[in-house]
């Protein structure tokens, strides 16, 4: 567990890290918080919400994190609670972009330039930072896509084993973004109205740049959904035409083989007077004859085809 503290002249921000069960005890009994909220922040992937009480907000917010190992995208989760002077985030993972957002913070305050800052403004700075990376994810994610597609059409190089299982992690992935962004567009147009009301009507305009953001991100995610669901359709046309291929040729061989086998099947035969039956050579003469124009005919057929 790791917690930290910025305290600046009008609120204080507390950021917990993977808090433990006393920690949350401890908190709760200090801000006398509602224990509904107790359960969602022990309670891990909790829908994304906004719960309105008489002196703070509580928000429920999610982020993706990238596992480079699994190669999937987790489920980040920001428990929030805000008030006029105070601001408290719960979360589960550390984050680069909280560290360089907290260290500007800290420089801008021994800079005296932290007076204006509001519980509001810092709420602020951490939803459009998270946003910020999302962006960034969601660049990285295109461009493997077109790598992806690159290989797909390169006539050069069979389709491995290892492209499909990347295709497959890449709609996984794709999957888990949109459940978790889809929510949070209605989550952050309402606690824009409600830190309107908490603070002033400028903080209106910076929340409505999140709202566009999360729009906009939703967006990038439903064309990289469909991108990847063309790349699918596209590969499993491949594999058709592949397959077709392959039963092309094995339907010309077993038409080859056909002649021969009713030849033989027509000179085996285990009865009496047998045409050719005692003629071995007009026998083998007959059945070449008569091999060499079915085969003939087969050909003429499938070349019309």
């Given at each position: 567990?790791?917690?930290?503290?910025?305290q600046?002249?009008?609120?204080?921000?507390?950021?917990?890290?993977?808090?433990?069960?006393?920690?949350?005890?401890?908190?709760?009994?200090t801000?006398?918080?509602?224990?509904?909220?107790?359960?969602?922040?022990?309670?891990?992937n909790q829908?994304a919400?906004v719960?309105?009480?008489?002196?703070?907000?509580f928000?429920?917010?999610?982020?993706?994190?990238?596992?480079?190992?699994?190669?999937?995208?987790l489920?980040?989760?920001?428990?929030?609670?805000?008030?006029?002077?105070?601001?408290?985030?719960?979360?589960y993972?550390a984050?680069?972009?909280f560290?360089k957002?907290?260290n500007?913070?800290?420089?801008?305050?021994k800079?005296?330039?932290?007076?204006?800052?509001?519980?509001g403004?810092?709420l602020?700075?951490?939803i459009d930072?998270?946003?910020?990376?999302?962006?960034?994810?969601?660049?990285?994610f295109?461009?493997?896509l077109g790598?992806?597609?690159?290989s797909?059409f390169?006539?050069?190089?069979a389709?491995?084993?290892?492209?499909i299982?990347?295709?497959?992690?890449?709609k996984?992935?794709?999957?888990?973004?949109k459940h978790?962004?889809?929510?949070q567009?209605?989550?952050?147009?309402l606690?824009?109205?409600?830190?309107?009301s908490m603070?002033?009507?400028?903080?209106?305009?910076?929340?409505?740049?999140?709202?566009?953001?999360?729009?906009?991100?939703a967006?990038?995610?439903?064309?990289?959904q469909?991108?990847?669901e063309?790349?699918?359709?596209?590969?499993?046309?491949?594999?058709d035409?592949?397959?077709n291929?392959?039963?092309?040729?094995?339907?010309?061989f077993?038409?080859?083989?056909?002649?021969?086998t009713?030849?033989?099947?027509?000179?085996?035969?285990?009865?009496?007077?047998?045409?050719?039956?005692?003629?071995?050579v007009?026998?083998?003469?007959?059945?070449?004859t008569?091999?060499?124009?079915l085969?003939?005919?087969?050909?003429?057929?499938?070349?019309?085809?």
């Amino acid at each position: 567990m790791v917690e930290k503290v910025l305290q600046f002249p009008k609120t204080k921000w507390t950021d917990i890290v993977n808090p433990t069960g006393d920690t949350v005890d401890e908190l709760f009994s200090t801000h006398n918080f509602h224990e509904l909220d107790r359960d969602a922040i022990l309670e891990p992937n909790q829908t994304a919400r906004v719960d309105t009480y008489e002196n703070y907000l509580f928000v429920v917010l999610h982020f993706p994190k990238y596992d480079p190992k699994t190669k999937r995208y987790l489920t980040n989760e920001f428990n929030i609670f805000i008030a006029k002077d105070y601001l408290i985030t719960v979360r589960y993972y550390a984050s680069q972009s909280f560290d360089k957002l907290q260290n500007r913070l800290e420089k801008s305050e021994k800079k005296h330039l932290a007076d204006e800052l509001s519980s509001g403004t810092i709420l602020y700075q951490i939803i459009d930072q998270m946003l910020d990376k999302a962006f960034r994810s969601l660049e990285r994610f295109g461009k493997d896509l077109g790598q992806i597609e690159k290989s797909i059409f390169d006539s050069r190089k069979a389709i491995s084993t290892s492209l499909i299982q990347e295709i497959m992690i890449k709609k996984r992935n794709i999957i888990t973004l949109k459940h978790m962004i889809k929510p949070q567009i209605q989550a952050i147009k309402l606690l824009e109205l409600r830190t309107k009301s908490m603070f002033s009507d400028t903080i209106e305009v910076y929340f409505e740049n999140l709202d566009d953001k999360v729009q906009k991100i939703a967006t990038d995610i439903e064309l990289l959904q469909e991108n990847i669901e063309s790349i699918e359709g596209t590969l499993k046309t491949i594999f058709d035409l592949e397959t077709n291929s392959t039963i092309k040729y094995l339907t010309i061989f077993s038409a080859f083989m056909l002649p021969l086998t009713l030849i033989t099947s027509f000179f085996g035969m285990n009865i009496e007077h047998v045409p050719f039956s005692d003629a071995l050579v007009y026998g083998l003469i007959l059945g070449t004859t008569l091999g060499l124009f079915l085969i003939l005919g087969v050909l003429r057929y499938f070349r019309k085809i």
